[in-house]
C-alpha cells in the first residue's frame, strides 16, 4: 500500500472584502472552503470544476505561493503552514507546479537556459558545467533539443513551451507536482503529446501529480481519483472509473452529461443546470449547490449536507444521495 504524501484538512482561503473610503471589511469571498483529502504517493489526484470554483486557488494554498486562511496541509508528515519562509523555501525542492499559460509563466527576457537553472542557482545546487549538462538532459527528457537552450520563450510554440514549464518543475526532482489546467491552452493534438508526456514522467520519475483541468475527458486519462469541487467546496470524490461509471452527486452528473461522446449515433439526455453560478462572497445557505439542482428538496435549503463515505471509498456531500 502507498503511503500518503499529502494530507489536506479543512484548507480555507477567503479573500476579504473591502468597501468605502475608510477600507471597512465588508465580508470575504469564499475560494476555498473547507476542502479535506489525502494523496498517496505516486498517484494522480484530478481535480474539476467549473471557472471559479477554486481549483486553481486551492493548489496555489497547498504550495503557500498564497498563504491559506486556516486550515492543515502536511507534506511528508510535515506541517508545512507551520515552516518559516526559509524553511519553505527549502521545501518547496519537493513540491513544484506547472502553470496554465505557457507563455506567462516564463520569463520573456530569461533564455530557456536561465530559466531552468534559475531553480538551481536558487537552492545553491552544482556548479556551472554541472547545471548546463542537467538543463540539456531535461529538455531532452521532454522532447525538446538540448540546443534549445539558448532561446527565448517566443520563439517556441505553446506546446513547446509548456514543455519548459515541465522540465522547469523537474528541475529540482520533486515529489510533487501541482499542474494547473496545464493542456487549457493548447490544441487538441498538442494535449495528447503534453499528456503521453505527462504520464512517462510520471513513470520514470515516482512523481505524485494533483491535476486540475476542467475537461473531464483530460482527467479521466490521466487520474486515479477524481475529487469535484462546486464554489470553493467537495462535491465528490472517488476513483476516475467509478465517478465515470457511477456518479452519486447531482453537480457530477450534470458535468459529466456534457462530456461529448466520440460516437455520432450515440445520445446522451444532457442535464441543463438552471440559473448562473452564486457568487463565493455570499454562498447559498444550506447545500450551496441547491439552487441550481435539479433534485432539490427543502432541507437543501435548510441544512448543509454531511460529507460522508456513500460507497467503500466514494464520498459525496448531497442529502439525496442513498446509503
Known amino acids: 500500500m502507498s503511503e500518503v504524501l499529502l494530507e489536506v484538512n479543512h484548507l480555507n482561503k477567503y479573500f476579504p472584502l473591502q468597501r468605502g473610503i475608510f477600507r471597512r471589511s465588508a465580508g470575504a469571498v469564499r475560494a476555498v472552503d473547507g476542502i479535506s483529502f489525502e494523496v498517496q504517493t505516486g498517484e494522480t489526484l484530478g481535480v474539476v470544476g467549473e471557472s471559479g470554483c477554486g481549483k486553481s486557488t486551492m493548489g496555489r494554498s497547498i504550495l503557500r505561493l498564497i498563504e491559506p486562511t486556516s486550515g492543515t496541509i502536511k507534506f511528508a508528515g510535515q506541517d508545512i503552514l507551520a515552516l518559516t519562509d526559509s524553511q519553505m523555501r527549502a521545501m518547496r525542492r519537493e513540491m513544484q507546479i506547472v502553470f496554465q499559460d505557457p507563455y506567462a509563466s516564463l ?171 452564486p457568487s463565493p462572497a455570499n454562498p447559498p445557505p444550506g447545500c450551496v449547490f441547491h439552487t441550481r439542482c435539479p433534485i432539490a428538496q427543502d432541507i437543501c435549503q435548510q441544512k448543509a449536507p454531511e460529507w460522508r463515505e456513500v460507497k467503500p471509498n466514494h464520498y459525496a456531500a448531497c442529502h439525496l444521495v442513498a446509503l
Open 107 to 277: 520569463n520573456p527576457r530569461y533564455t530557456i537556459f536561465q530559466t531552468l537553472s534559475e531553480p538551481m542557482e536558487i537552492h545553491h545546487l552544482y556548479h556551472a558545467a554541472v547545471r548546463r549538462k542537467h538543463v540539456e538532459s531535461i529538455l531532452d527528457r521532454v522532447g525538446l533539443a538540448p540546443s534549445y537552450a539558448s532561446r527565448f520563450p517566443h520563439e517556441f510554440s505553446g506546446g513547446q513551451r509548456q514543455r519548459i514549464g515541465i522540465a522547469r518543475a523537474l528541475m529540482l526532482n520533486p515529489k510533487l507536482i501541482i499542474l494547473d489546467e496545464p493542456v487549457a491552452a493548447l490544441d487538441v493534438s498538442v494535449q495528447s503529446q503534453v499528456m503521453n508526456l505527462l504520464e512517462d514522467l510520471q513513470q520514470e520519475f515516482n512523481l505524485t501529480y494533483i491535476f486540475i483541468a476542467h475537461d473531464l475527458s483530460v482527467v479521466k486519462h490521466i487520474s486515479n481519483r477524481v475529487l469535484v469541487m462546486y464554489l470553493g467546496r467537495m462535491a465528490e470524490l472517488a476513483s476516475s472509473d467509478d465517478l465515470f461509471a457511477d456518479a452519486l452527486h447531482p453537480y457530477t452528473r450534470a458535468l459529466l452529461s456534457a462530456v461529448p461522446i466520440p460516437n455520432p449515433r450515440a445520445k446522451r439526455e444532457r442535464i441543463i443546470l438552471r440559473g448562473d453560478l
